[in-house]
């Protein structure tokens, strides 16, 4: 069973910054696209950010409303993902999860139906 563990939310200021970090540990990680999606009570998943793995050269995408804010990364040899947030405002609030997939292909990357595993999720929250 796969089972991505996130870690590494919790509470900050508006304009500051978090780093989440999600352990796979199961599998081959290099292979993994690595997304990240956010939840907030009463709306869907969002997507908020992707990595593909080695076969993929580790292209990256973002939500449109990233705008530059936020980046996704990865260390293979510790089989961890990583999204480095900053300039947070309080609409970045929500339950961050962690997901991950094989085969995944391009123009995939943002979509929920992509990805297999999934972690439980770690609450970041923005006060103003």
């Known amino acids: 069973q796969v089972q991505p563990v996130e870690s590494g939310g919790g509470l900050v200021q508006t304009g500051g910054s978090l780093t989440l970090s999600c352990v796979v540990s199961?599998?081959?990680?290099?292979?993994?696209?690595m997304g990240w999606f956010r939840q907030v009570a009463g709306a869907e998943r969002e997507f908020v950010a992707a990595?593909?793995?080695?076969?993929?050269?580790?292209?990256?995408r973002y939500g449109d409303f990233v705008k530059g804010r936020f980046a996704a990364s990865r260390d293979n040899r510790k089989n961890t993902a990583y999204l480095q947030m900053n300039s947070l405002k309080p609409e970045d609030t929500a339950v961050y999860f962690c997901?991950?997939?094989?085969?995944?292909?391009?123009?995939?990357?943002?979509?929920?139906?992509?990805?297999?595993?999934w972690g439980q999720g770690t609450q970041v929250t923005v006060s103003s």
């Open positions: 997901a991950a997939g094989n085969g995944i292909i391009l123009s995939s990357m943002t979509r929920r139906d992509a990805y297999s595993y």
């Open positions: 199961e599998g081959t990680f290099s292979r993994y696209t």
């Open positions: 990595i593909r793995g080695t076969g993929g050269g580790g292209t990256t």
